[in-house]
């Protein structure tokens, strides 16, 4: 199971508390395949992925159209492709296969390390100067701790 660790945060709460969700997602489709593709589970898992698509890639394409950040449809595509990844595992269930848990965790993975830990990273810097950072912490503090992160 993964656990919420500062090295997934962007440091801003109201982005990390959706992508707390998302490591709710992930622990469920690693239990979804040490059970053999429950159906059940299956079902969960693709739904969890679509609400959290509506939801939270709405939330941060928002602010990148509000904040004008040049990377918006670049990030934008891969949120795309979370969606399409999502709806075709759910055409393969509708059509009686649900063994799918295997590649929808293998996806997962490669997105909270290349997207979480990457492409969300990006927009950090536009997000903190336009002013979107934790509350209660100094703006030059919050930037400073982003910059000593490892590239
Ligand atoms: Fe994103």
Redo the contacts with the bound molecule.
Sequence with gaps: MIEWDDKYSVGISVIDEEHKEFINIINMAIVTKEHNDNPEEIREVLHKMVKYALT??AT?ETYMIKFNFSGCQL?RN??LDFADKAVANINKVINGDYQVANEILEYLKQWLLN??QG??RKYIDCFNENGLYNAGLNKDLQIFRFKSYPP
């Design positions: 939270h890639f941060e990030h891969e949120h997207h979480i492409t969300d």
